[in-house]
């Protein structure tokens, strides 16, 4: 996936944070509802889940902090 300029960050943030905030169970009843509302955004935003989620299962944001306390 190419890097998002600010202003597709700042349009997709939003709905990115509002998903990850919903249990897994309720994910896919709302990103339904957001194909139909916003078909322009849905494949990026499935693509940042999809990155959150390997990012996720990786431990990356515990690597960092690990790495960050050695300072």
């Not at 349009?11 to 897994?24: A, G, I, K």
């Not at 990103?31 to 299962?57: I, K, Y």
């Amino acid at each position: 996936m190419a890097a998002l300029n600010p202003e597709q960050w700042r349009v997709l943030s939003p709905f990115l944070d509002q998903v990850l905030c919903l249990p897994e169970n309720e994910r896919q009843a709302w990103l339904h509802s957001f194909r139909t509302q916003r078909p322009d955004l849905v494949d990026t935003l499935l693509q940042l889940l999809e990155n959150h989620r390997e990012l996720s299962a990786d431990h990356f944001l515990n690597s960092c902090r690990a790495t960050s306390s050695l300072h």
